[in-house]
């Protein structure tokens, strides 16, 4: 089914088929109208049942949503610390508290996202200062959640927080028992500590009957930094549904990705003034990302032959000829010959400088013109910084908008920009004790981003049909404990 819908830039579909809806103001968000004519491919087209889950989505998100009546009531009884259950409650809520890198945070949004529309909740994020001026609002009305809210200190809130799921659990202070916990029963909000240092009684979120009682709480708080999709599949409460909404099941963070994220007019400016100056005029683009995990070092030589080892293998990068054949491949006719941009995303200069060179010392093969680009490099991840995470947005975009990818395996940065792009990616294994990994890269089988957690927790209740599910989760092919899609 891939590249089968590839579209050419003059008929793309301005909506992406009706997945985005029309009417929000144009000059407010150019990205959402422009970017269909950037992306090379759109290899699925969203379901009718998609399409109309979405329409709902935003009707219930203007009805609910901040400035309107019931969210108005909902705060107050959360402010009075009543149980405001969902049994009276008009609109119930889930709020996504940034955390991590910004690919990180991408998918774990996302997932949230996902989330919301299978329990009919709305979405609202806690907007921290660093995640300011990077999307534009998806959704009509405000998806950010206004600074009077009851709930002091959000930021702080972690494993050890009182109000966190596995703590209410562990204190007896919650019933993971749908049969007896009552609407009333259950407190007017709870924190679900989903990140990387969660706790055994953290991980029953993850379970069908946990989900049942968490049904009933008026106002969830998420903090997750993975892409746990392939989770809610696995509870019978959500699995049918997502067959619905998703018949090919490795578009979920495809189709989700670009409804949901439009970057602000600053990032859209800096995307659209660096494609067009370095990138539109190529007949081929080729994006590259290169991370180095702090966890898994290589040297800077290595690393580069991993890279070099990886694109002889899979063919990515344009070969070059030595010598006299360089000579005669150079000709001024270039019949035959293709321009190519290579685009390059790294913290850091060196792959930039030693591809550059090899192309400027060397001739490409079929006298093919190749330009090598790289936007910035940043050195070091900084948290906390605006201008640092529109770079890093400005980039998992330019990535997406090219024919090819070669992403590095494990990062989320790269697992964004393939969903976006819709591109079964290349990815470059992981070192390990040191050394250039054997083989240096895999060709992904599907787009959908890796959970990098699998839940790991045994439930009670109603189970899913494993033997079914097996056919389509697949273990990663990046992170040996990781779960993904195809
Ligand atoms: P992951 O750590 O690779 O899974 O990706 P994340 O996006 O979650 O965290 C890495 C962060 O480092 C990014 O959000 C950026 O802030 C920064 N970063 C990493 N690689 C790049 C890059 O190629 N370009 C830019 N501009 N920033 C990067």
Redesign the pocket.
Known sequence: LLNVSRQSAAGADELFGGLLSPGSDRRACLGRYQSPHYYKHSPYAPSRHLLRKLRDYEARHSRCGPGTPPYARSVDHLRSGSSSSTEDAECNYVVWIPY??????MLSLLSTFLYALLTDRVLLVHSTDDFTGLFCEPFPGTWVLPPDFPVADMSWLGVGSNQSYGNLLDGKKIANDPAKATARSVPPYVYLHLAHDLRRSDRLFYCNDDQLVLAKVNWLLVQN?FYFVPALYDMAEFEAELRRLFPAKESVAHLLGRYLFHPSNSVWGMITRYYHTYMAQAEERIGV???M?SWATIPVDDMYSQIMACSRQEHILPEVVDGDAAASSSSHDHGGSKSKAILI???QADYYDRIKSTYYEHAAKGGDMVGVFQ????ER??MGQRT??Q??L??IYLLSFSDVLLT?G???????SSSLAGLRPTMLMIPEDGKVPEPPCVRAVSMEPCFHMTPDVECRGKAVNKEELSRHVKECEDVGKGIKWI
Not at 375 to 378: A, N, R, V
Request: aromatic share 8%.
């Open positions: 991590n890198g910004l690919g990180n945070r930094d990302q290169i991370r995990f995303a790294s913290l936007p910035s490099h940043e991840q900084i640092h995470n770079k890093a400005a980039e590095t494990a990062s989320t940065f790269g697992y964004m």
